[in-house]
């Protein structure tokens, strides 16, 4: 009988914190009016997303105005079937997009190891001199990277797109996996050693792996920031290099064409599903 009774009052017990919670939970839940910061958040986000669905509506218009005449797919034929100069500027924006960020991330992540290892006298004039990319105007970059170019006998065209989007993506990649190595153990590096793991080994089995984050997130950034880069790229490029920024740019002078609405619905689409196939990866990568 006594263990019925203390069998009951264990129940009883155990379910008084619960019930607690269950209050709690419902005192959080009510309905309270919105706070500052919540207001500033939501048309924040209104501001961002508002243009995108305009666009999106727009790419759908069977005219070239801004009055909705009717519902139409028009312009996705226009842009798959008679826009080969777009999509020939839009390759050449991926393919300089992908190198300069493949490139700019060794380089980046070999260098960021590098001062972050290395004790030597320049280490701190390395790590300032690697930021400025970042904070000088890209009017003056562009303008700086065209007059060596011309200085050297460089022609203008895709190789010198390449090199100029590869110097300004390096600080980027850089300062992502510095983030990364400031949080890093190095007893890991010592545990590697006493196993008998030479630098190489070291590097590519315990480093790499560690900043992994940090150089996939860096890698992204760097495409990101090569693909809308117009201000650099436009005095670097020469005939026959236009990529996508640069069309763009020269289109829209004669009115913005609905054709340029569908290509953004397009990459807007391809975008949200990479970011979707990635988030996995990601979250994979980053807690290992």
């Not at 562009?142 to 011309?150: D, Q």
């Not at 940090?214 to 005095?235: C, N, P, Q």
């Amino acid at each position: 009988m006594s263990g019925i009774v203390n069998a009951v009052i264990t129940k009883l017990r155990g379910n008084k914190p619960r019930g607690e919670a269950n209050r709690h939970a419902r005192r959080a839940v009510r309905r309270r009016p919105f706070s500052f910061s919540e207001a500033v958040f939501i048309c924040t986000l209104a501001f961002l997303f508002i243009p995108l669905f305009v666009l999106l509506l727009y790419s759908f218009n069977s005219s070239k105005g801004m009055n909705w005449t009717g519902f139409s797919f028009i312009w996705y034929e226009q842009l798959f079937v008679n826009s080969r100069n777009l999509w020939r500027a839009f390759w050449n924006s991926m393919l300089i997009a992908s190198t300069s960020a493949a490139t700019a991330t060794v380089l980046g992540t070999l260098g960021a190891i590098g001062v972050n290892w290395y004790r030597f006298r320049l280490r701190s004039y390395t790590q300032i001199i690697s930021f400025l990319p970042m904070v000088l105007p890209e009017i003056i970059i562009g303008v700086s990277l065209s007059i060596f170019f011309s200085g050297v006998g460089m022609r203008l065209g895709l190789l010198t797109i390449f090199i100029a989007h590869t110097t300004f993506n390096l600080p980027f990649v850089f300062l992502m996996v510095m983030a990364r190595l400031d949080e890093f153990d190095f007893s890991i590096i010592e545990a590697a050693a006493d196993l008998g793991a030479s630098e190489r080994q070291t590097l590519l089995k315990v480093t790499i792996p560690i900043c992994m984050p940090g150089i996939v997130s860096g890698f992204l950034t760097a495409i990101t920031i090569s693909l809308e880069d117009f201000v650099i790229t436009y005095f670097v490029a020469g005939p026959g290099s236009s990529t996508l920024p640069l069309y763009i740019y020269s289109a829209i002078r004669f009115g913005v064409s609905p054709v340029i609405n569908a290509l953004s619905v397009v990459m807007i689409l391809g975008t949200v599903l990479l970011t979707y196939l990635l988030r996995n990866f990601l979250k994979y990568i980053a807690a290992k």
